[in-house]
Nanobody, 112 residues
């Protein structure tokens, strides 16, 4: 079982990207889902999460700039990233069920 991310790319600072994560229906129906990121030389960090009841949370570093959402009909999790900064550069991963499921990651590069 694997989650599949897409939507990464290279943008200039101030730009936007929207990440997608597709997975099996039973994961999106029953588990909390989240986005993480890992920059070169750094630990993987939690970015944003959405619980099974739809409650959303954000890391302070992205609050007000990123929006997590989901489309249950498409079994898809999204992360809309606006006002991107160079420090947002990282590989972004989606995870579900408390780390039981992970995607392969998608690279986001923000240049100045």
């Amino acid at each position: 079982v694997q989650l599949v991310e897409s939507g990464g790319g290279s943008v200039q600072a101030g730009g936007s990207l929207k990440l997608s994560c597709v997975g099996p229906r039973y994961i999106f129906s029953n588990c909390g889902r989240a986005w993480f990121r890992q920059a070169p030389g750094k630990e993987r960090e939690w970015v944003s999460g959405i619980s099974s009841d739809g409650t959303t949370r954000y890391a302070d570093s992205v609050k007000g700039r990123f929006t997590i959402s989901q489309d249950n009909a498409k079994n898809t999790l999204y992360l809309q990233m606006n006002s991107l900064k160079t420090e947002d550069t990282a590989v972004y991963y989606c995870g579900a069920c408390g780390g039981g499921y992970w995607g392969q990651g998608t690279q986001v590069t923000v240049s100045s």
